[in-house]
């Protein structure tokens, strides 16, 4: 059964930095475009980035753009975002999901259960 | 405010039906397809409709979707209350390059 992991969410000040991974079990990740999507407390879902299979394709909303970076290892089935120069306004559960299709127009298929970032003083 | 628009609720009986509305524009649904998405309360989102109206492997055929140029629905029929849910539409977006997401439509079984 296809399962998504994330981990390394916690509590962090405004301005410093967290890297979140998602380890993936029961099918290979290189056949999938990856995606973050996360959702602050009482609120809706924002999408955050996307990967393609081989990273060659890359893409990151506005409100992320130049402060957080994915990535991903196929060798080891995680992928992972690097969040710097973290605001408040990044609190949120982040989701890590597996797509089907294309990047940019497919699907997010399958979901984690996510993990919570903390972002205050 | 979402980039795609559905209604912050709707409510039905049981065992009737309900429709949950998506509206875009040319840039989001009317180029490309929409994905609905449950979440139960206290969960992680799950997918229930894909490329405007197919079920993935799992999902029962109560649910279904249609798209009809800028605007797309979620039909639910035969309404049980393990249905109470928040509701999801998406669509990748060309002009924002990036997907979209409605706000999310709060269904409450009566």
């Known amino acids: 059964e296809a399962q998504l992991v994330e981990s390394g969410g916690g509590l962090v000040q405004p301005g410093r930095s967290l890297r979140v991974s998602c380890a993936a079990s029961?099918?290979?990740?290189?056949?999938?475009?990856m995606h973050w999507v996360r959702q602050a407390p009482g609120k809706g879902l924002e999408w955050v980035s996307s990967i393609s299979w081989n990273s060659g394709d890359i893409a990151y909303a506005d409100s992320v753009k130049g402060r957080f970076t994915i990535s991903r290892d196929n060798a080891n089935n995680s992928l992972y975002l690097q969040m710097d120069s973290l605001r408040v306004e990044d609190t949120a559960v982040y989701y890590c999901v597996r797509g089907v299709g294309d990047l940019r127009g497919g699907a997010l298929y399958s979901w984690g259960q996510g993990t919570l970032v903390t972002v205050s003083s | 405010q979402s980039v795609l628009t559905q209604p912050p609720s709707v409510s039905e009986a049981p065992r009737q039906r309900v429709t949950i509305s998506c509206s875009g524009s040319s840039s989001n649904l009317g180029n490309n397809a929409v994905n609905w998405y449950q979440q139960l309360p206290g969960k992680a989102p799950k997918l229930l409709i894909y490329y405007n109206n197919l079920l993935p492997s799992g999902v029962s055929d109560r649910f279904s979707g249609s798209k009809s140029g800028t605007s797309a629905s979620l039909a639910i029929s035969g309404l049980q209350s393990e249905d109470e849910a928040d509701y999801y539409c998406?669509?990748?977006?060309?002009?924002?390059?990036?997907?979209?997401f409605g706000g999310g439509t709060k269904l409450t079984v009566l």
């Open positions: 998406a669509a990748w977006d060309d002009s924002l390059n990036g997907w979209v």
């Open positions: 029961g099918f290979t990740l290189d056949d999938y475009a």
